[in-house]
C-alpha cells in the first residue's frame, strides 16, 4: 500500500498534439501537479508550457526543473531522485503521452523503485491503449514492439514473426514508424501480408484530426488516404 | 479523419474500484456522455450507476440501454449498431477501466468499423499502461497476455516463454490472475524464475489502496505483502 510517509514519484501524462488540457487530463491531475515543486522533465520549455497549461497561475520561476532525455547519462539519473531522499515528491513529465512508457522516465522509476519510494501513475492519454479500444482487436493478448527494424532482412523476419504471434497467439501487434514515412508502411504491409490480415492505422490520436480506420489488406491496397506527417500508431490482426 | 457527417460509437472508460469520476476521467468525457442517449454497456446496474456518478442530472430512464456481454450471441452484437444506422451515436460502457480492451465491447466496436463509422475512444483508467509507467520496466516493447493457462503443463511451458521474450527481446511481460490466487501466482513466480529477475505487482490501480512495488524475485521471497483479494496485474523484467 501507498506509504503516506514517504515521498512520492508522480507520473504526469501530457496531452499529444493540439489537445486542451481539460479533454485528455482528469482534474486529479491538475490538484496534484500544483502541489509538486521538483520535476524532471523530458524537454523544459514544452514542460514549462505543459505547467502553464494546467493552471496559469503557477509561480515556474520557483519551481526545480530537471530535464532528463536521451542525452542524460545513467549516473546524472540516479542523482535527480535527491530531491525524494531529502522528503520532497517529484513530478515526472513527458512530451507527449504518459511519461516513462517509451522515454528515458523509466530509468528515473526504476530509481525510485529500487529505494523504495512510493510511485503513483496519473490517467492520461496513450495512443498504445486507444488506438487498441477503437481498433476493434483483441485486447486479451497483445503486443507493442516500438518501431519495426530498418534493415532489410531484419525486417523481413520481424514481419514473418508479427503474422506467426497473430496466427499461433492470437495476439494483436502494435508499431509506430516515423510519421514521414507512414505511407511507404502502409504500401509494404500492404504487398507482404495476407490479403485477409485486418491492419488498423490511428492517426493525431486524442487530437482534432484523430482518425481511427480497420480495413482488411486488400481494402487499404484500393483505398484513399493521407497520414503523411501525421503521428500514427499501426494495429495488426486477423 | 473523423468524418463529422457520420454516427460515432464512443468508448467511455469507467472509473476502477472505489476512485471518483473526477480524478480518473478527464472533462470531456462527461461533456461528451451527456449528449449520448444509445448505450451499450457491460452491466445495466453499474452502467447505471456510473451514468450518475458522472452527472445526477441525466435522466437514464429516457436513454437506451443494450447489454452486450460473453453471454451475447455474435447475431444479437450486429444488431446492437442498428441506432447508428439511423444516424445516431452508439456509447460503450464497459464494468471498470478501459472498454473494448478484454471485455466483450471490442466485438462491437469491430462491427462499427467494418461499416464504416466513426469510432473515438476516450481518455481512462489502464491498469496495464499505469502500471507500466510505474514499474520502470521496457515500455518501448511490452506484452499483455491476459491469464496464464491452469494447467499445469501449459503454464509451465507459458512461464518459460515468457522467461525467453524478457532474456531475447527485452520485451516487458505483462499478466493478471483471479485475485484469491495473487499469493500463491507470487510463490510461483519466485519458485520459477531466476532470482535476478524483476516482478513488479501493480494492485488496486488508481484507487486507495494503490500499490505499485519492483523488487528483485529473490527480494520478493523475503517480502511482506497482502494482496488477498486485491486487483492486481503482475509485470515481469530483468
Given at each position: 500500500m501507498t506509504d503516506n510517509r514517504k515521498p512520492t514519484l508522480y507520473l504526469f501524462p501530457v496531452p499529444m498534439g493540439d489537445s486542451p488540457v481539460a479533454d485528455v487530463l482528469p482534474d486529479l491531475n491538475i490538484r496534484l501537479i500544483r502541489s509538486v515543486r521538483h520535476f524532471v522533465v523530458e524537454n523544459t520549455r514544452s514542460a514549462r508550457r505543459f505547467l502553464k497549461a494546467c493552471d496559469?497561475?503557477?509561480?515556474?520561476?520557483?519551481l526545480s526543473i530537471v530535464e532528463l532525455n536521451e542525452h542524460t547519462r545513467p549516473e546524472e539519473v540516479a542523482a535527480m531522485i535527491a530531491p525524494m531522499e531529502q522528503g520532497h515528491d517529484i513530478g515526472v513529465i513527458s512530451?507527449?503521452?504518459?511519461?516513462a512508457v517509451a522515454d528515458p522516465g523509466a530509468d528515473l522509476v526504476a530509481v525510485a523503485q529500487r529505494r523504495g519510494f512510493n510511485v503513483v501513475p496519473l490517467v492520461g492519454p496513450s495512443s498504445i491503449i486507444m488506438s487498441l479500444m477503437a481498433?476493434?482487436?483483441?485486447?486479451q493478448s497483445f503486443a507493442f514492439i516500438g518501431y519495426l527494424p530498418i534493415e532489410e532482412n531484419k525486417r523481413n523476419a520481424r514481419l514473418k514473426e508479427i503474422e506467426q504471434r497473430i496466427r499461433r497467439e492470437r495476439q494483436t501487434q502494435i508499431f509506430i514508424e516515423t510519421p514521414y514515412r507512414n505511407h511507404r508502411l502502409i504500401e509494404e504491409l500492404c504487398r507482404r501480408l495476407p490479403d485477409d490480415f485486418l491492419l488498423c492505422v490511428a492517426s493525431?490520436?486524442?487530437?482534432?484530426?484523430q482518425s481511427i480506420v480497420t480495413r482488411r489488406i486488400a481494402d487499404w491496397k484500393k483505398a484513399d488516404y493521407n497520414y503523411d506527417k501525421i503521428p500514427t500508431i499501426f494495429l495488426l490482426y486477423s
Open positions: 496559469r497561475s503557477i509561480d515556474i520561476d520557483s512530451e507527449a503521452g504518459c511519461p481498433s476493434g482487436f483483441n485486447g493525431d490520436i486524442s487530437c482534432s484530426r
